[in-house]
């Protein structure tokens, strides 16, 4: 059996009441998963269901009330400053927003050769791993001396990705890396990603609200509901035949090009809403 490069187990997240409402307010209620070198898992659900807090969660970003992480056989769950310095490394992540995740005052070569200068790369091999991440995502090497707004929305995360891969990371959290882009532009960074894990083996958690998306980048899914994973199996399963109620909404959710096809879905959609609110008024679990 191929040993799990994350493992996560029974994880819950908790978060303080704002205002004066007493006790704190529990995002994630004991999710489990698990991630394989060289693999994809997919989490996929609406805004809210906590899909981002465990990134955060595994970044060391959100506080842990119950459960593990151990990553490379490693319990990382409560891990320090020192003890996340060194996992950066191995252990990297792409923000949703191509806009704001990049310092705007800093030319892109400087952006990509600053995790090399944490980890105390020398100048030389700095200035070649540039030039080769550059060329690894597709920029043109003239790129160096650019700052972040004069690329466009697709080449910023371009750079992202290839500030994510400075350090060859083991894994990649990607939290909803394509939302803020056009499709055309979500299919050739969604191409870059698989390039990227077929030719340096590297694992992603890759966290989005669409199934498409899931579909084609993923080799096993996750689907949160309300902090809790509700289905868990194969991409290719999971996606086209789902068992969970919720999954199926989320499928149902996913546009389609053809308007007949878009509106029979759409009917089939509040088909399935009325059902669920008559089964929730006679107490009917479906």
Known sequence: MTEKLLQVDDLAVAYPRKGFRRGPVEILHGV??????????????????????????ILGLAPITRGTVTFGGVDITHAGRRKRAELAADLQVVFQDPYSSLNPAMEIGQILA????????????????????LDRVGLPS???????????????????????????????VCDEPVSALDLTTQARVLDLFLEIQ????????????????????????????????????????????????????????????????????????????????????SGVER
Do not use: W
């Open 198 to 281: 077929q030719d340096l083996g590297v694992s992603y958690l890759f966290i989005s609200h669409d199934l498409d998306v899931i579909r084609h980048i993923s080799h096993d899914v996750a689907v949160l509901y309300r902090g809790d994973v509700v289905e868990r199996g194969e991409a290719a399963v999971v996606t086209t035949s789902p068992q969970h109620r919720y999954t199926r909404r989320l499928l149902l959710a996913s546009p389609l090009p053809d308007p007949d096809a878009q509106a029979e879905r759409r009917a089939l959609r509040g088909r399935m809403a009325a059902e669920e609110r008559v089964a929730a008024g």
């Open 114 to 133: 600053e995790p090399l200068q944490v980890q105390k790369v020398g100048a030389k091999e700095s200035r070649a791993r540039v030039a080769e991440l």
């Open 142 to 172: 003239n790129a160096i001396t650019r700052v972040p707004r004069e690329f466009s929305g697709g080449q910023r995360q371009r750079i992202a990705i290839a500030r994510a891969l400075a350090l060859r990371p083991k894994l990649i």
């Open 32 to 57: 489990s998963l698990d991630i394989e070198p060289g693999k994809t898992l997919g989490v996929v659900g609406e805004s809210g269901s906590g899909k981002t807090t465990i990134g955060r969660a």
